[in-house]
């Protein structure tokens, strides 16, 4: 589901979050760092960084926040990468409707969804409700749209709520930033798309699987054994199910190409991790095609071996 629309909606309900004033006893005692003014709770979660060191994530080596932005930061460079790093909650906000042209341009509220080398708390509580702030240390925005949110932390949000220690693996410089308007593709390509949250407060979690249409159209296990004939061995990272007429809103270019994609009921949308690299397939319910998603945002036909089907 996208986090745009569940904080509008969100929005809606929720424009002010009250005080709380309760003490929590948290396991641990590695501080949050609060805004000024403010006591920081205690943390129930690891020390950071450190507990890190040598551990992997789907198989890749996982790195810093400020690593990773190292990487974003030399040059064009979309390759899968594992960070390591802290999620703060966010708070409902009202945004204005903005239009966009492509899912990896930031509008309100994306700024609120970063990943951060420090435990940090950003939200203030008060008499009259809460407020946000920007991280004081390294951080970069993420894209956490079309994935499960089930790790993150419940509403109402307010400064006790700690920050979700996470490990997540995805890329900077998404292909889709071609489809941002001229002005905020350097934005876009910046912007961490993540393709999977494999680790949250120290538990692994499972490949997020989004059914946007229940009930239509083959299940998930169905288009990951035809993924399996066709590219054995991969990891799957996560899929979406939806109608043929929201592929645009996840790949414009395929369904500007691909007019005939739009107009099935559903289809699968999945990303694995093949030798440290993305691929994307999309599988229609229909007809059991599989098709690959190419760097330029073409949609090739998968050759199939007769039978799998």
Not at 97 to 110: G, I, R, W
Not at 133 to 159: E, K
Not at 234 to 248: F, K, M, R
């Amino acid at each position: 589901m996208s986090w745009r629309r569940l904080l509008a909606s969100a929005a809606v309900v929720i424009l002010a979050i009250g005080a709380v004033s309760v003490g929590i006893a948290l396991r641990g005692s590695t501080g949050i760092v609060a805004p000024d003014g403010m006591t920081p709770e205690p943390s129930a979660l690891p020390s950071g960084s450190e507990s890190w060191a040598g551990r992997d994530t789907m198989g890749l080596p996982t790195i810093s926040v400020g690593d990773a932005i190292a990487v974003r930061d030399a040059g064009v460079d979309d390759r899968e990468i594992a960070v390591h790093g802290w999620f703060a909650p966010f708070l409902p906000v009202p945004c204005p409707y903005t239009p966009a042209t492509s899912p990896v341009q930031p509008v309100c509220p994306d700024d609120q969804m970063v990943l951060m080398e420090a435990p940090e708390s950003l939200v203030t509580s008060n008499g009259n409700g809460s407020s946000r702030r920007s991280p004081t240390g390294p951080h970069f925005q993420i894209d956490v749209d079309d994935l499960d949110g089930g790790w993150q932390p419940r509403l109402p949000v307010t400064a006790a709520t700690p920050p979700v220690e996470i490990a997540v693996v995805g890329h900077f410089d998404d292909r889709r930033s071609a489809s941002c308007p001229v002005d905020v593709q350097a934005a876009c390509r910046d912007r961490f798309v993540v393709d999977r949250v494999g680790w949250a407060n120290g538990e692994a979690l499972p490949t997020s699987l989004v059914d946007e249409v229940p009930g239509a159209g083959r299940t998930f296990e169905e288009a990951q054994t035809i993924i399996d004939v066709v590219r054995p061995g991969v990891a799957i990272l996560s899929g979406v199910h939806v109608a043929g007429a929201e592929l645009g809103r996840i790949e414009p270019i395929v369904a500007a190409r691909r007019g005939g994609l739009v107009q099935e009921e559903a289809l699968w949308i999945v990303r694995v991790l093949s030798d440290g690299a993305l691929a994307t397939y999309l599988f229609v319910d229909a007809t059991g095609d599989l098709y690959e998603v190419t760097a330029d945002g073409a949609a090739l036909m998968a050759p199939i071996t007769d039978g799998t089907d």
